[in-house]
């Protein structure tokens, strides 16, 4: 299986900073790799697919950038609503497996 | 307005069954491919299960291979997740998730979550 790998685990940052959350595949996905976000209590909202490009909808200050194995979700100018924990998925190769996790907290 | 409403969740003892329902509205159900998705408490997604529009493709994880069985009924609206010999380590938040219609196992739309607990 593919493993998905996210750094940091958690992020603590203001509000207007600007972020980002790394994640590495154990072998090549191309660009198959999609970004969620989880708020708590809630099912996860799709952010990002195909590494880069922005779902519907999504504020613009969120960004995806990376091919094969190395990629990063920006967000260039955090607001209130960002404080959740973001997901990253691999969509290459069977089994579709997801990141850990990472907590983007409140400094 | 797409709308994803998981059902038939609930507390089983290890070895029993149970039977998931989605039902979904709001887009052309028998067009895009369906997923269940879980969550076990504070931990991550793990991808459990996935049907083709016609039913066609089915895959599941190795997790719940031979143990779960994904089905659709497309008159209906609606998907299905047939759980036989629970384990405690099923125990999760089961979400219901819409495909982006690529077919690629992005999931652009989810369902609130049913629990399912399994624990003696």
């Known amino acids: 299986d593919i493993q998905m790998t996210q750094s940091p685990s958690t992020l603590s940052a203001s509000v207007g900073d600007k972020v980002t959350i790394t994640c590495r595949a154990s072998?090549?996905?191309?660009?198959?790799l999609a970004w969620y976000q989880q708020k708590p209590g809630k099912a996860p909202k799709l952010l990002i697919y195909?590494?880069?490009s922005l779902e519907s909808g999504v504020p613009s200050r969120f960004s995806g950038s990376g091919s094969g194995t190395e990629f990063t979700l920006t967000i260039s100018s955090l607001q209130p609503d960002d404080f959740a924990t973001y997901y990253c998925?691999?969509?290459?190769?069977?089994?579709?497996?997801f990141g850990q996790g990472t907590k983007l907290e409140i400094k | 307005e797409v709308q994803l409403v998981e059902s038939g969740g609930g507390l089983v003892q290890p070895g029993r069954s149970l039977r998931l329902s989605c039902a979904a509205s709001?887009?052309?159900?028998?067009?895009?491919?369906m997923h269940w998705v879980r969550q076990a408490p504070g931990k991550g997604l793990e991808w459990v299960s996935g049907?083709?529009?016609?039913?066609?493709?089915?895959a599941y994880a190795d997790s719940v291979k031979g143990r779960f069985s994904i089905s659709r009924d497309n008159a209906k609206n609606s998907l299905y997740l047939q759980m036989n010999s629970l384990r405690t380590e099923d125990t999760a938040l089961y979400y219901c998730?819409?495909?982006?219609?690529?077919?690629?196992?992005?999931?652009?739309?989810w369902g609130q979550g049913t629990l399912v607990t399994v624990s003696s």
């Open positions: 072998q090549s996905i191309s660009s198959w």
């Open positions: 998730a819409k495909d982006d219609g690529s077919g690629s196992y992005v999931f652009d739309y």
């Open positions: 709001g887009f052309t159900f028998d067009d895009y491919a």
């Open positions: 049907i083709r529009s016609n039913s066609g493709r089915i």
């Open positions: 998925q691999q969509y290459d190769t069977y089994p579709y497996t």
């Open positions: 195909k590494a880069s």
